[in-house]
């Protein structure tokens, strides 16, 4: 009798999205939506228009917080 030969798969590792919302751009930099929305509105922070909603760039937030960090 012959054993078959299990492969192993490595489990799936969660991609995560680039671009995110304004909800996941405030828990991604701790904060409220009206603030991410005030940045914005001030030109202190870039964001992308998708039809009707506003996305933001992960590198444009690490930009940001090495901004604050170096006005800090």
């Not at 799936?12 to 999205?17: D, E, F, L, N, S």
Request: hydrophobic share 45%; aromatic share 6%; charged share 25%.
């Amino acid at each position: 009798m012959q054993s078959k030969k299990v492969t192993e798969i490595a489990p799936a590792t969660a991609v995560q999205p680039r671009m995110l919302t304004v909800k996941d751009a405030a828990v991604y930099l701790g904060t409220t939506v009206w603030q991410i929305r005030t940045l914005v509105w001030s030109k202190r922070l870039a964001a992308v228009r998708l039809g009707h909603r506003q996305v933001f760039d992960r590198c444009d937030l690490d930009s940001f917080i090495e901004k604050l960090k170096k006005a800090a």
